[in-house]
């Protein structure tokens, strides 16, 4: 059987492994989200909503490779399954259909929002027992709070 | 009410729509099932086998985008959120938990193979409605039955 | 004389080559109305309609580059000198002046509707004298298409 | 209504604007002559020809550029359209056709030439109202000039 | 013994496979005829027609592996061997030794008409049982013919 | 004590070193301000306006170390230390705090225009003591004013 | 009325915002003192120094930028206006004019050291409201030092 | 005497150096190890094995100059020198000769194991006196880690 | 007729002019086995050996220029057809039909060591009559051989 | 014979053109002149000078190409070859031989001052008969004073 | 006294470096005649000898800073002034004024004649007292005939 | 047991390997050297000095990995470790701690000139037994003689 050999004890690696597949799940959620709604935006903002979803698309996707990629080098399978990120996303559902740009940026502000919260417990339960796991996801926080930020100003 | 200056007739652009929306859970799906393999594979070829899916995300993100927008320039909102895709993607349940490499290029075969078959009955149905949206479900078929000779020859 | 080898039978060329020339006019009449509309629209969707413009302008050169190219190649001359454009082009007139963003918006989803009315009828035309000119004119209805639904959605 | 904050007078202003509209006017006709030229030329010298044509027409698009966003930056609305560019072009009539390769080069010479004559005239006119813009149509004024030598001493 | 799953019918595939075989060796031969003229090639217009063999050169090189990894994905073993290409190629002999411009841009001309004759006819072999394939087999002769255009105009 | 051999006599260097000094302190303002703006612009065209801001941090950045070396270069210290930009340009103040997007425009519109009319006097006063200055104020001058259309056009 | 749903309780937002405050102002500071030096630079060290000098500038460019859009993302205002900075920077004054490379360097390495010495109190007071900050914080500070060292290195 | 002005205190400053300076022995030797490795790997998994090796000498090599800069920065002078890293550094002897493609893998895992134990004590080590060399160490530990998973799994 | 300079006498040109049309013949050999095999390989190793094949063929695709190039320099026309090749190059028959990694490998070891054994002698013969050949055909050489290497170390 | 159709009349064409010769002997020269100081370099300040001095020869090099092609354009035949550089160069002789660091500084100053007020003079006289032509000259002209400042400042 | 180390003894010293001159100067000369002609080419074949020029430039001008720096490299001053260059140059005298192409070929095929017969000696005075000399003259002579068969070429 | 089909005898490969082991052993050590020196120089030369030794880093490292590979070619397992090339290098030990610029320069020129030495003996070694690997050395050589060279006319 395939075992990592883990720089973790035990519980520590419990704790950690749990906020990476979380964290996981919601920017897997996250990536098609934003997609979802780069496809479907309409109104006078199109374009330019258009172009800053895909900046969040290229944000998570990157993430999302980062936290699992972290997950299977502690030795921790990941799940990035649709099944599971249905299941499990921290995001609630986005209702299918045309949406007006302003709400577009709305329901990003709220996606994000969603994420960035549960991103913010994730780094304090992960200080202790991995520091290395805690700097990626304090990294990805703030590039998540920074898009926030901007869906924010742009509905301001 | 939004509604896109389509150039099908109603009856054609159900078909089209059917085969796009079909098409786009498919290749969302597959982006998700090669990136969870990527991340899950173990075994001697590891890194070709690593490599090799990246491919299959790229192409897979690339023709989801495709589609999706193929659909918006119909009229026709496109669905490609976590839930749509569990219920009606075409391919079948990838297991949780590392893979050896000859089970996960086994898996990636499968894969293919199951898109790749519904595909081609899209190219089909879409030949007299839109010969526009059947030239690019052709182009997309050729770049997944290439990846598709590429994962047997590698099991060969 | 100058003679090319044509892979055409007499009647075939005919057919294919008034299509080629009509498709010619067409996208040398967009490429000058897009340009006309980036340097005149006004408003506080400027830079947006500005850019997403010249995304067009390309666009177009490209695709009338190819369809000249291909005349030339079937042994046909195309011309696309300007008072041919002026006096054939499928778009109708453009006026003169400043115009305002949601104006320029409409006005090119009328342009881009007239140049894919023409181009659907010229695809079903050339599918049987000759299926390489149809392809060439299929990829280009498609990303014409596609630009017709962003400036559609930009003002839905 | 639009109302531009122009940096000049009233009266200089329209000497500005004329030779700039004029300007706009012969350089979107060399870009169309260039590439009209470009895809009938034939004869052995086919390739060097057909290349720098292209030459001149890449030039004349970025010097059509920067003339009509000059004259909407001194609040002068820009005419680019076709049958504008038809009924007000200072290059004369090229013929329909295949045209041998000595003949384009002969042609090209005399349609630079016809534009050089005005753009000096235009150098002169604006030097006093805005030299600004004089700057702007002297480095146009060198760049066909170099194309104009180009060609004579292809012909030479 | 490997097999690949292929998505054709056993009738389908044999007349899909002569297609891509038969345009595998005339594509390998026309890579080495093309570089053959391009080193042996001399008279006034040698640099022009020296880099447009190049040209015809890179393009046959990605046709040939697209034709090729077409027939492995299709489950059938592609023969690019040099002995192969010497016996069953479409192009005429060309005679060894140096070849005066124009004589080179003539054999081009033929080599290219011997080519593209035999590719129309694989078009059409191909369009009911494999559109995919048929579809990058139009591609490739669009190309190809927009090279023999190139040649005769050369020598028009 | 360093002296540079200045090409310039000692009363055309007075007349010159002024109006390099006065355009250096309004670029490094107009730099600030727009940075200042472009952190602090909300509104439904934030992503727009925050773009077109930085187009201009870039502009005026390029600009400043123009006239600085060439300051430097006819041997007049430059100074664009933060006093004395905050006491000698000639942009009005700018008010703290966020701002709307329509706002940010216009201060724009305003702060350019500011610029604009003191740049055309320094293009005025250097033509006769050095042309080699005036002509790196002119082209300034013309993408300032290019910036300054667009604002206004965005506004209109 | 614009308010940012900031993830920090208002105490620990209103110590996080001073430190952003406080280190915006220092490196546009840093910037405009870098670039002052950088075009008054002289002696026989000047390529070097000038040279060095702009990698100062470029990296306080970018963490200006960092620390200012993270303060937007709070949702607090940043303030990077001229008059702020010559009031509140924590650099000493320049002196103007010309000044020798060695004293460049030496000049350099205080007005480093000076900003060093507040960005590590900054990094010691946002630890516990806020570590996605201080994250940011710690990095600009090895930046920072590691051109601190440099400036010594070459005084030394 | 050369004396930077560390802003550390004399004791932490000895704990941090110390780390540091271990560091750089661990990472030269590993950019040498895996450089002896990549020359003499044989087996069936030789090209896999050769590049991915690059790749953890390509980072070696930027984590040794990060490192030995960061001692500089502080003011303590590091030591990287070809007998001080053979006799200090924390990886095991690599014997001499051709090694099996497995084997190789295998003692990349021990070889990164062995360096990752001793990164993590001085993440540990480092955390009170210098959070700026912690937060480098951090970082330099997660790639290690990656690597480390990743030549895990190819033995997996 | 044609007669090139020679720097060389009659005697020495008849030994240079074999050694470089004997390279010829076996290079373009070479790159047509490797592609050969390229599109044929099957295997646990597909992917390694299928991208280590193509950069043999692109070696192999440069220095057949390389010495054709030379050739011609030199005043002897080369001759690289089909037909040629098939009979006069120094590699083995290559099997058709799909063909296992293992035999891959070993079939490139033996391609390339008949070659090599071949380049080798050119190498000694050209010493004296023309080092400058001998130059190029020792850079051959030396790329060859690195390709050998990687091959047996492959199989080893 | 070959008459270039110049739009200059005979007697302003005869000022620009010994203006022409002019400065393309001297940037020819500064060329020659900057490449042999940038091999003869040695001192302290190797590294530095020699890598200046290329950034003169990249300058000359492109200026030269300028002056020769206007003189060209304007039906005047350039005349840039060793002897005519050699006995008409506005540069004073350089020594042969190594030269310090210092001495070589010193001798750039000295050429570009030469060069430059030889310039001027062309700029000067230039200006009524063919503003393009002064319009090339003062590009140059500042171009080489900001090279001259920089070896001044470089031994300030 | 400046003294280099040189790895030669004196007498082997002086043959390589009488090579090493004599080679400088006819490649220096040997760029300013391809530029001169560079600018004098009429004719109908202008554009492609124009460009194939400037290949000769560039080329000359790489080599003639590797024989410039190898000399240094041996403590050899090297002298490539106008007025040594006018001297000593191998290549025969270019008359002035306006060249027909087939003239501009035939004169660049006469001057390569003239360099490469200079520089097959110096291959051969040099092989014995340094290899190293002797290789990069191999290197330079293989790119100088390679040039001269491609003149040749379009004379053929 | 793993054994390369070696190009050359016995007695031959002996000494070629030697060469090539003692190469590899003095590269490594330089590339070690050279970053010591790299982190620990000070002195006003210290960005020149510091940017030159990256320089032969790179150089070095590309070499090493030549003859290394070159050594594996030929089937000898080459030995770059630590401790091998602490106990065999060609240079002389290099003192711990801050190093002053012109001493830095003095230590590089001692350290080049040992490698050189020991250089051209393998350069003679190998002309009869491998003019293939006496190539490589020789290239090898002339650069680190071209470093050489650049170091000793900074100490000039």
């Known amino acids: 059987m395939y075992v990592v050999k883990s720089p973790l004890p035990e519980a520590d690696l419990k704790v950690v492994s749990e906020a990476l597949q979380g964290a996981l799940v919601d920017l897997v959620d996250l990536s098609l ?21 895909d900046d969040v698309v290229e944000s998570a996707r990157q993430h999302m490779d980062t936290v699992a990629e972290r997950a299977s080098t502690l ?20 209702h299918a259909g045309w949406i007006k740009d302003e709400d ?8 994000l929002n969603a994420v960035i919260g549960r991103m913010r ?11 290395v796991t805690q700097d990626l996801l304090i990294a990805i926080t703030a590039d998540l709070e920074k898009h926030h930020w901007m869906f924010q100003a742009a509905n301001g």
Chains 1, 2, 3, 4, 5, 6, 7, 8, 9, 10, 11, 12 share one sequence.
Not at 37 to 42: A, M, Q, T
Not at 75 to 94: C, K
């Open 33 to 53: 989200v934003a997609k979802q709604i780069h496809w479907n935006v309409i109104g006078p903002r199109f374009r330019s909503v258009h172009l800053q979803l």
């Open 121 to 131: 417990e994730r780094v304090a339960a992960t200080e202790t027992p991995d520091p």
């Open 104 to 111: 577009a940026v709305g329901s990003m502000v709220d996606s």
């Open 75 to 94: 030795g921790v399978s990941p799940d990035g399954r649709a099944a599971t990120v249905a299941n499990s996303s921290g995001i609630g559902e986005i």
